[in-house]
Each structure stands twice: as structure tokens, then as C-alpha cells.
């Protein structure tokens, strides 16, 4: 079966700096791959996916994602993060009709 | 607007008794599932269904009990013999058996005193 990891439980950027978190899966073809959020006390928001085609995908509220095969990837980036971003960000992994949830990776933001 | 929901938002029980947590959409989806969310963990698989009056058991099933008796439908019971049952429990849909992307509700938070 997949798995997937994240790497970073925790991570604090200051507001207006990049961001990226990291997800690595384990899988012995392309999965299809899913980046969620989800502030406290609430349900998961999908904010992108890839299946296949361009390596690069753009999402919701300015994130992007990236597939890597070669490194077995899926890493989450956003240029500027802003204040509202400040939640918990779920990589996801699904293969043989399973999905599979990372741990999840908190992220706070510094004024 | 189409969507999951799931009732109540917060709810408390006693030790040893049964509560169910209510899951519905009107999204005209096929699959639903039960996640278990506790703090550091992610989510864990506790039942799905792929069609009605059809489900499995996920990775902790044990202490749980489900029905699918509608499309729309997909209760959760928590029974006395869950051991730990204070968590964050979520709700999620998805269109059909042969596609991944999951749609969540905004889940029941339980304490059991």
C-alpha cells in the first residue's frame, strides 16, 4: 500500500516570507496526489491535486505544488504567506482505490 | 448550495453509552467515509462505504458501527466499547468509486467524561 510523509510537524514563517512544505510518498507508480487545509476546529479544504501532465500545479488562495518523480515529491510552496494562512496543511496520497493522509505539517505565522 | 454536513459541532456524552454522529450530503456522491482526527496523528480510517447498504471496516473499526441505508446518509456510532473516544471526528464524500479527490464536512468534536 502508499504511504506518505511530512517531514515537518511544525513550522513558523514570518508573514510576506516563502513558504514550503514538504511531502514525500512511497509508491511504485505516479499516485494521484492532494495538498489539504484545514484551520482549527474544521474540515479539510482541498487546495490542489495532480493526476498527470504538468509537474506544476496551481491551486487555491496562491499555492502550488510540484512533483518530482525522481525524488518522489509533492511539496507545497506559496511566495508571500499571509497571516490567514496560518493552519494545518495535509499531504494526501491516493493509489488502488486508498487514500492515505500525512501526518500533517502546523503552520504558524509570525507578525 | 451543495455540501457535507455533520451535526452536531460539539457534543459530550457520559462513559458508557452509545452516541451517534449524524453525516450527510447532497453532493450525489457514491463513497463516504469516517475519519478519526486526534492531535499529532492525521487522519485514520474508521469505516466507508463505496454503494448503499454497503461498507467496510478501515484501519480502527473496532468500538465503531455504521449503516448506509440512503445515498445521503452515513452515521457513526460510537459505542461504549471504543476505548478512547474523545477526538475530532470527520465526515468526507467522494463522487464515485473510480475517482480520489474526498470532500470533508466540518466535523464533530466528542468528549466522553
Known amino acids: 500500500a502508499q504511504s506518505v510523509t511530512q517531514p515537518d510537524i511544525h513550522i513558523t514563517v514570518s508573514e510576506g516570507a516563502s513558504l514550503e512544505l514538504r511531502c514525500n510518498y512511497s509508491?511504485?507508480?505516479?499516485?494521484?496526489l492532494f495538498w489539504y487545509v484545514q484551520s482549527p476546529g474544521q474540515g479539510l479544504q482541498l487546495l490542489l491535486k495532480?493526476?498527470?501532465?504538468?509537474?506544476l500545479v496551481q491551486g487555491i488562495k496562491g499555492f502550488e505544488a510540484e512533483f518530482k518523480r525522481s525524488q518522489s515529491s509533492f511539496n507545497l510552496r506559496k511566495p508571500s504567506v499571509h497571516w490567514s494562512d496560518a493552519a494545518e496543511y495535509f499531504c494526501?496520497?491516493?493509489?488502488?482505490?486508498?487514500?492515505?493522509f500525512g501526518a500533517g505539517t502546523r503552520l504558524t505565522v509570525k507578525p | 448550495d451543495g455540501g457535507i454536513t455533520q451535526s452536531p459541532k460539539y457534543l459530550f456524552r457520559k462513559e458508557g453509552q452509545n452516541v451517534t454522529l449524524s453525516c450527510e450530503q447532497n453532493?450525489?456522491?457514491?463513497?463516504m467515509y469516517w475519519y478519526r482526527q486526534d492531535p499529532g496523528q492525521g487522519l485514520r480510517l474508521i469505516y466507508y462505504?463505496?454503494?448503499?447498504?454497503?461498507?467496510q471496516k478501515g484501519d480502527i473499526a473496532e468500538g465503531y458501527s455504521v449503516s448506509r441505508e440512503k445515498k445521503e446518509s452515513f452515521p457513526l456510532t460510537v459505542t461504549s466499547a471504543q476505548k478512547n473516544p474523545t477526538a475530532f471526528y470527520l465526515c468526507?464524500?467522494?463522487?464515485?468509486?473510480?475517482?480520489?479527490?474526498?470532500?470533508f464536512g466540518p466535523g464533530t468534536r466528542l468528549t466522553v467524561t
Open positions: 468526507a464524500s467522494k463522487r464515485t468509486l473510480l475517482t480520489y479527490e474526498q470532500y
Open positions: 509508491y511504485g507508480a505516479t499516485p494521484y
Open positions: 495532480y493526476f498527470s501532465g504538468d509537474t
Open positions: 494526501a496520497v491516493g493509489a488502488n482505490n486508498d487514500m492515505r
Open positions: 453532493l450525489n456522491h457514491d463513497a
Open positions: 462505504s463505496q454503494i448503499v447498504n454497503d461498507f
